[in-house]
């Protein structure tokens, strides 16, 4: 069994998804059971989650959201006159 220390020694040096498979098991067990570090640890685990997830899927979440945010030419064209009727009132 790991100790509080070990765990958080480990997760604070590297990605727990880079170590090994029994290291990675053992890790998971303690963080899972553990009335100390568990919520703490599980936390840090989530985050690196979310940070590999950003960085394996980087480019295409840039582009959707820069997809998200551009309006299509109609739309503009239509926004224009709104803003043209607007301006006359
Ligand atoms: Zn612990």
């Given at each position: 069994m790991l100790t509080c220390k070990q765990v958080s020694n480990s997760l604070n040096k590297k990605d727990?998804?880079?170590?090994?498979f029994v290291q990675r098991i053992l890790l998971k067990f303690h963080v899972r059971c553990c009335l100390f570090c568990g919520k703490y640890n599980k936390q840090v685990m989530e985050t690196q989650d979310m940070c590999r997830h950003f960085r394996e899927n980087e480019d295409s979440i840039i582009e959707s959201a820069d997809s998200e945010i551009s309006l299509d030419e109609d739309k503009k064209k239509l926004l224009k006159e709104k803003m043209a009727q607007s301006m006359d009132c």
């Open positions: 727990y998804k880079d170590l090994s």
